[in-house]
């Protein structure tokens, strides 16, 4: 597992990662001894193991299985953190130097090359940054069904209404509605 290895390349004790990731320390045994399922992780728990270590939640997940896919949720909820934690621009050229939108395409994970390609679109145009025409083949495509925020489809299910999906629609940054995903706030993740 990735967090064993990184631990030893650091000279890390778990106690240690424990100390400084905020993360209990019988929490950090459990994973790096593979008692607990990693699908059933919080992301938070993750994200805060995957900083100190300085590696990505992807690089985990990836660890623990070749072909690990996390929930759209949490896949959006880490790329959010990512942004935030890089910066606007790093969080661009990173993500065009990795052609991780490319690759998630040819796994056939749409949504996430989807969203991913939205963010990148999105933080290119309130930078005044000039898109990367690599993947105007993807910017003509959208998902069959939409995907909105969970809290909205929630409340939607609740009440057996639909005023707050077009409501969504309405408020959404227009880089993500184009893929038929309705995203309207990235800064705001705790």
């Known amino acids: 597992m990735i ?3 990184e631990l030893l390349k650091k000279n890390m004790s778990k106690y240690r990662l424990s100390k400084e990731s905020g993360v ?3 929490t950090i ?3 790096c001894c593979e008692k607990v399922d990693l699908e059933k992780c919080a992301a938070g728990t993750l994200y805060r193991i ?3 270590l300085n590696i990505t939640i992807e690089d985990i997940l990836e660890s623990n299985s070749n072909e690990y896919r996390s929930d759209f949720e949490t896949f959006k909820s880490n790329t959010c953190h990512y942004v935030k934690d890089k910066g ?3 969080f661009i050229i990173e993500t065009l130097q990795s052609n991780s939108i490319r690759t998630l395409y040819q796994k056939k994970w749409y949504p996430e090359a989807f969203y991913l390609l939205g963010m990148v679109d999105y ?3 309130i930078n005044d940054i000039p898109l990367c025409d690599n993947y105007n083949d993807m ?3 959208k998902l069959n069904k ?3 925020p969970l809290g909205v489809s929630a409340f939607c299910n609740v009440t057996n209404t639909s005023a707050s999906y077009e409501q969504a629609k309405k408020q959404s940054i227009p880089e993500f509605s184009r893929f038929n995903i309705f995203e309207s706030e990235i800064r705001d993740v705790v």
């Open 3 to 5: 967090i064993n290895d």
């Open 24 to 26: 209990p320390q019988t």
């Open 29 to 31: 045994t459990d994973i």
């Open 50 to 52: 995957a900083k100190v």
């Open 88 to 90: 606007d621009l790093d």
């Open 123 to 125: 933080l290119s145009r």
């Open 139 to 141: 910017r003509t495509q």
């Open 146 to 148: 939409p995907i909105y």
